[in-house]
């Protein structure tokens, strides 16, 4: 990679993370969750800061492995990243059917 990526996530980024321990995240050894919970839901300072920590190579990794991003953000970043929506695991099936089934509005 290159990049010295960050072992703690900033105290501002806590209410992104309401459901674990802020303290126990280690963004260097889980960044695909922390780069997916940040783009799907944080603010534009938070988006500058995984944009200067992490490589954009990893940053696109997300869209191609995760499938829980919200369809309007994975449409987005694919946008500006220039990602396929082929490649984008969210857009795919059975993700598509199986969000229609939970949420069909």
Known sequence: M???LPKKLPEKFRTLFWDSD????????????V????????DLEAIHWVRQNFPEEL??????????YSLKSATFWATIYNIPFTQV?????PYLTI???LWPY
Do not use: A, H, V, W
């Open 22 to 33: 802020l303290e126990t995240i280690d963004p260097s050894s889980k960044p695909l969750y």
């Open 89 to 93: 695991k969210c857009l795919q099936e």
């Open 99 to 101: 969000r229609r089934q």
């Open 35 to 42: 780069i997916n919970r940040i783009l799907d839901k944080g």
């Open 59 to 68: 940053i696109k990794d997300t869209f191609k492995k995760l499938r829980n």
């Open 2 to 4: 290159g990049m010295k």
